[in-house]
């Protein structure tokens, strides 16, 4: 058995724990805690765990309470659950508010434990790869066509990535775990503008339109594999949702009821972009902005302004503290992540970049081809990050 994944015994009995890392020590990285509050911090200072096997019976928190509370912060874990009490209600209350994998009866051989965690491994393997796929392969995916879809419409482009950021930031001041659903849902909430109104502009565009482009952008995505989640929280963006008053968003994602969850994403896309629209409209002043129409609104929630409010206030800080050297580079010394600082245009007008985007990999390549065919030419101005100048003296 593979001995690199760490796996979790908690139980209430020191002599129980004592006789399972005894048996199963040698062929598992075991790891054991006397009691519920034992294992949280054996999970916060010892982990990850790709296995966490917990008694259902123990004083003060029982093994139910263990595992959601250890789901909140070890969400991967593939949860086990042994007692002694074959009740079927307590089955029950360990698989819906658990989130367990396994449910085992005392008295249990070590044989048979052994071939259980062998079993829950393989499945943490599993979901770990369809992580990694998701987080990497699909993300990576949306990367290159949001930047193919930058070279098509700059301005539009990177109206959406200021719309992506400030939408993770209100989640961060928020207290909303990191969620790649969200993320990806930021970074194509106005694909369908970009399709429909190549050209047109954030602060031109009506609401109704947008709630028809959201549905547009949705349709776009909806049958790829995975993304069912990001689509319809992309076409139920522009609707008003009403969060109950008692939500905790730092738990949203051990939320039994999905709706909140959605109804939350939902709320922080619309809240960026109307934000966004703000800031195009008051001339790109971020305080104007949020003091002239976000802090006014009757349609957001207050608990979202305010949140909205501490991330416009940290971009403020970011901008003043931003660092770097401002130069004009021919294409061929372009390098990704460099800020452009002026317009840059084809020799027939067409625009390629807006001032303030960031250039990447895809866009340098395309910049370079559009001068091997001389229809672009001369020097980029650009701003160097001062991590680079470093690195480059280094």
């Known amino acids: 058995m593979s001995t690199q994944h760490k796996v979790l015994m908690v139980d209430d009995e020191p002599n129980v724990l004592s ?8 062929n598992l990285n075991l790891v054991t805690a006397e009691g519920g509050q034992a294992g949280l911090e054996a999970i916060r200072t010892q982990g990850p765990f790709a296995v966490i096997i917990t008694d259902m019976r123990m004083p003060g928190m029982d093994g139910v309470a263990f595992l959601k509370a250890a789901h909140k912060v070890s969400r991967r874990s593939i949860a086990v659950m042994l007692t002694g009490n074959a009740d079927q209600q307590t089955a029950i209350n360990a698989i819906n508010e658990g989130q367990i994998y396994r449910f085992l009866n005392k008295p249990c051989s070590s044989e048979q434990i052994e071939l259980v965690i062998q079993d829950c491994i393989r499945q943490y393997e599993l979901e770990e790869a369809e992580h990694v796929l998701l987080r990497d392969t699909v993300a990576g995916s ?3 066509l949001t930047q193919i879809v930058s070279l098509a419409d700059p301005r539009f482009a990177q109206t959406n990535e200021a719309v992506r950021v400030d939408a993770m930031r209100i989640a961060k001041h928020l207290g909303v775990a990191s969620d790649w659903r969200l993320s990806i849902a930021s970074t194509l909430c106005m694909i369908g503008s970009a399709v429909v109104d190549s050209g047109a502009h954030l602060e031109t565009i009506s609401d109704e339109t947008l709630d028809r482009h959201a549905h547009l952008g949705a ?39 999905s709706a909140i969850r959605l109804a939350t994403y939902c709320s922080i896309l619309r809240m960026a972009v109307d934000f966004r629209k703000a800031v195009i409209i008051s001339n ?18 207050r608990r979202i302004i305010d949140a909205c409010r501490k991330a416009s206030q940290e971009a403020e800080l ?38 303030g985007s960031v250039l990447t990999s895809v866009v340098i390549a395309k910049l370079r081809e559009l001068q091997l065919t001389k229809l672009c030419s001369g020097e980029i101005a650009v701003v160097v990050p001062i991590i680079e100048q470093r690195q480059d003296a280094a």
């Open 219 to 257: 349709k776009l995505l909806q049958h790829i594999p995975k993304l069912g989640v990001v689509s319809e929280i992309i076409a139920r963006q522009r609707e008003i949702h009403q969060l109950p008053a008692d939500i905790s968003f730092a738990e949203l994602h051990v939320y039994n009821d």
């Open 142 to 144: 949306i990367k290159i």
């Open 284 to 301: 790109y002043d971020r305080r104007a902005a949020f003091t002239g129409t976000i802090e006014r609104s009757q349609i957001h929630d």
């Open 318 to 355: 970011e901008h003043d503290s931003a660092d770097g050297t401002a130069m004009r580079l021919p294409i061929a010394k372009l390098e990704p992540g460099m800020c452009v600082t002026e317009d840059v245009m084809t020799k027939d007008g067409k625009p390629l970049l807006v001032s």
């Open 19 to 26: 006789g399972f890392k005894r048996m199963l020590g040698m």
